[in-house]
């Protein structure tokens, strides 16, 4: 089985800076992909960034040039570096892994969501 916990949210004031972490553990034979999703109010699920093992990047066009994905291969990790916040910005934020629980298969798992709120 697989976890994955994501931490770092909270409340935020306009241009101020937040960093998501979100760390696999459980049966990992190897991690692919990793992303992180948001959802704001009212809204559906939509892609902010995403990062292979060869540490490719993604990003959406809203977040270009103030966010910054990241990860740490040998702890399972990803890290979304988030600065010049905007309200826009408030969403519940998801991380999402592509894993190989051996080497026969590979799954998607999801965070639980962790909030992110830009407010004065």
């Known amino acids: 089985q697989v976890q994955l916990v994501e931490s770092g949210g909270g409340l935020v004031q306009p241009g101020g800076s937040l960093r998501l972490s979100c760390a696999a553990s459980g049966s990992i034979f190897r991690t692919d992909a990793m992303g992180w999703y948001r959802q704001p109010p009212g809204k559906q699920r939509e892609l902010v960034a995403t990062?292979?093992?060869?540490?490719?990047?993604n990003y959406a066009d809203a977040v270009k040039g103030r966010f910054t994905i990241s990860r740490d291969n040998a702890k399972n990790t990803v890290y979304l570096q988030m600065n010049s916040l905007e309200p826009e910005d408030t969403a519940v934020y998801y991380c999402?892994?592509?894993?190989?629980?051996?080497?026969?298969?590979?799954?998607?798992?999801w965070g639980q969501g962790i909030q992110v709120t830009v407010s004065s």
């Open positions: 999402n892994f592509i894993i190989w629980p051996n080497s026969s298969i590979f799954r998607t798992y």
């Open positions: 990062i292979a093992r060869s540490d490719i990047t």
